[in-house]
T-cell receptor
Framework: AQKITQTQPGMFVQEKEAVTLDCTYDTSDPSYGLFWYKQPSSGEMIFLIY??????QNATEGRYSLNFQKARKSANLVISASQLGDSAMYFCAMSGGYNKLIFGAGTRLAVHP | DVKVTQSSRYLVKRTGEKVFLECVQDMDHENMFWYRQDPGLGLRLIYFSYDVKMKEKGDIPEGYSVSREKKERFSLILESASTNQTSMYLC???????????????FGEGSRLTVL
């Protein structure tokens, strides 16, 4: 069975610093996708970044990058130059099994001025 | 822009009532999903559908059923609501990619259900 684990219930970072949010996954499927979503206090789910299991390079989207280590089954999100607006819940997710997308428990990030 | 619309943002129901949560998407997506979100547990998949009239159980289907009679609409039904079904319910849709894998999910705004 597929599983996503986010071991950090809460993190804080100083504004303008970088922060890494951890995500490990477990799957026996050779082909899968990894996603990160942001959920601010308003409740909307915002897609941030995607990494395919066969992608050779780590995905990047602006200040977001995904540190994909396939052998370790980890897909950590790195946010560079944190901003106050980055304060939110962050969810790691994996497309595992036919059409299924499963989520981790989330990490709450607080950015301090 | 993709739009996923959930019929009710807030509902209050009584134990034993039948509850319908409706979700409509306007991007012709094959896949639709229902999740519930609880603090500390993240998003847990209740049911998903990859085509009209097709449905698959997620991780926590007990106490729920779904209906997908049209491609754009996916309904979640609580046959007899219980207090432990008090939660935030999120609907999402996505394209179905080659090989059957799921593309990026687009979410609705959520429906907060309270069962008294």
């Amino acid at each position: 069975a597929q599983k996503i684990t986010q071991t950090q219930p809460g993190m804080f970072v100083q504004e303008k610093e970088a922060v890494t949010l951890d995500c490990t996954y477990d799957t026996s499927d050779p082909s899968y996708g990894l996603f990160w979503y942001k959920q601010p206090s308003s409740g909307e789910m915002i897609f941030l970044i995607y990494q395919g299991s066969y992608d050779q390079q780590n995905a990047t989207e602006g200040r977001y990058s995904l540190n994909f280590q396939k052998a370790r089954k980890s897909a950590n999100l790195v946010i560079s130059a944190s901003q106050l607006g980055d304060s939110a819940m962050y969810f790691c997710a994996m497309s595992g099994g036919y059409n299924k997308l499963i989520f981790g428990a989330g990490t709450r990030l607080a950015v301090h001025p | 822009d993709v739009k996923v619309t959930q019929s009710s943002r807030y509902l209050v129901k009584r134990t034993g009532e039948k509850v319908f949560l409706e979700c409509v998407q306007d991007m012709d997506h094959e896949n639709m999903f229902w999740y519930r979100q609880d603090p500390g547990l993240g998003l847990r998949l209740i049911y998903f559908s990859y085509d009209v009239k097709m449905k698959e159980k997620g991780d926590i289907p007990e106490g729920y059923s779904v209906s997908r009679e049209k491609k754009e609409r996916f309904s979640l039904i609580l046959e007899s609501a219980s207090t432990n079904q008090t939660s935030m319910y999120l609907c999402a849709s996505s394209l179905r990619l080659a090989g059957g894998y799921t593309g990026e999910l687009f979410f609705g705004e959520g429906s907060r259900l309270t069962v008294l």
